[in-house]
């Protein structure tokens, strides 16, 4: 897959098997967990308590144990109730990250888009929920699985610091344009990053630019 291929699919299943070896476990959680908490229909409490729980894990703030203790008996009961994607992420999180992403995504297809579907209005339905996989997919791993992209410590402000880091944490991103000004203002000149805060791409934690901020991988 060439970078513009990248850029223009709208295929979220192509864009993860080509990533397969090309990204961090943490990425691939947080990817995972991204497609479980962007789904239409309400999450249950249990569900989101075993999505945190992997997230957790994903940032090193919890052990695979404590992962496994915490989120057992919420998984089981999603799963129960029917929140298959989200009980995949939980049972495979670990080493097997990419395929509980991987697993996330596919579960997510069948429920929301069936396989075939001759009307008009399914058709444009399933178009747009790829794309807009699709689209997650690019946040959370941007230009990074073709290029390296230098990123300056002076660019690391305490106001783009503390921009990025109370987005990550409150999964609340609507501050993006204003984490591209605080770059701007400390000398960033990269089109790649001041264009993504600044897009109208949808934006999850894992996001790459606000990794890029706070230093994660």
């Not at 409490?45 to 919420?74: I, R």
């Not at 929301?112 to 399914?122: A, N």
């Not at 946040?139 to 990025?164: K, N």
Request: charged residues 25%.
């Amino acid at each position: 897959m060439t970078e513009a291929e990248w850029w223009m699919s709208t295929d979220s299943i192509d864009l993860l098997e080509f990533l397969q070896d090309k990204g961090s476990d943490r990425k691939f959680h947080l990817l995972g967990c991204a497609f479980c908490r962007s789904a239409p229909e309400p999450i249950a409490d249990d569900s989101l308590q075993a999505l945190e729980a992997v997230e957790l894990y994903a940032d090193g703030l919890s052990t695979l144990d404590e992962l496994t203790k915490k989120a057992f008996l919420v998984t089981w009961r999603a799963f129960c109730a029917g929140g298959g994607s989200f009980a995949m992420c939980c049972l495979t999180a670990g080493a097997l990250a990419f395929k509980a992403c991987r697993e996330a995504l596919r579960e997510r297809f069948q429920k929301e888009i069936p396989s075939q579907s001759w009307r008009f209005w399914d058709w444009g339905k399933q178009r747009r929920r790829r794309a807009f996989y699709a689209a997650l997919v690019r946040e959370v791993f941007g230009p990074l699985p073709f290029r390296t992209i230098a990123f300056s410590q002076e660019w690391r402000t305490d106001t783009a610091v503390s921009l990025a880091r109370q987005m990550y944490e409150s999964r609340e991103f609507s501050a993006m344009p204003i984490l591209a000004d605080a770059l701007q203002d400390a000398g960033c000149d990269n089109e790649d990053i001041l264009n993504h805060c600044r897009g109208n791409e949808p934006h999850v934690r894992g996001c790459w630019v606000v990794d890029l901020v706070l230093k994660k991988e």
